[in-house]
């Protein structure tokens, strides 16, 4: 157990919804990462917040959004979504920011858009 | 395009014999390599990692080799126990906090 947590486990929802994705990080831990990983595919890295702020931004649509909260949970938003956006998201954590340490990932969110 | 290859989707390996995965990069910015072992329904967890200052850094029974030259970087895993049967991703970190990860090699040990 990584002390990460992910709800919900499963999702399953139709094209054109929104749907919202929340993360906890380990007791202690100032950043979060989200991930997304496509059938076949290595994990893609969608946006980084850290302390409340958002530090660093990869392949992410338009169409996600993310937040950190005061209480450093982290929530992906993810709206008109597609068949394409079926995938797993992974949430993880790290103390700081520097980049160079551990990251801790939770058991992820499995989402599939019929 | 994949700045992170790991060309081998899948890797059997007799218990007790080495285990070597592989990974190649394109972008010689990268300063940072880790591997990640991860396991069904879970999620993937942290297993060693490399500056890239050092060619290799060892822990047990996980070492990794990094050829900056090359552009290759290789976890080579022994003995290899039924335990380590996993899916193992290789990553690398750019100069921010951006981390780009390959799309895994599933490794089977066979008892």
């Known amino acids: 157990d990584s002390g990460v947590t992910q709800t919900p486990k499963h999702l399953i929802t139709a094209t054109g919804q929104r749907v919202t994705l929340r993360c906890s990080p380990r007791?202690?831990?100032?950043?979060v990462y989200w991930y997304q990983q496509s059938l076949d595919q290595g994990l893609q890295f969608l946006i980084q917040y850290y302390n409340g702020e958002e530090r660093a931004k990869g392949n992410i649509l338009e169409r996600f959004s993310a937040q950190q909260f005061p209480d450093l949970h982290s929530e992906l938003n993810l709206s008109s979504l597609e068949l394409g956006d079926s995938a797993l998201y992974f949430c993880?954590?790290?103390?700081?920011?520097?980049?160079?340490?551990?990251?801790?990932f939770g058991p992820g969110t499995r989402l599939l858009v019929l | 395009d994949q700045q992170v290859k790991q060309n081998s989707p899948s890797l059997s390996v007799q218990e007790g014999r080495i285990s070597i995965l592989n990974c190649d990069y394109t972008n010689s910015m990268f300063d940072y390599f880790l591997w990640y072992k991860k396991y069904p329904a879970e999620g993937p967890t942290f297993l060693i990692s490399i500056s890239s200052i050092k060619d290799k850094n060892e822990d047990g029974r996980f070492t990794v080799f990094l050829n900056k030259s090359a552009k290759h970087l290789s976890l080579h895993i022994v003995p290899s126990q039924p335990g380590d049967s996993a899916v193992y991703f290789c990553a690398a970190k750019t100069g921010t906090y951006k981390y780009i990860f390959g799309t895994g090699t599933r490794l089977k040990v066979l008892a």
């Open positions: 993880a954590s790290s103390v700081q920011s520097t980049g160079w340490e551990t990251q801790y």
């Open positions: 007791s202690g831990d100032l950043s």
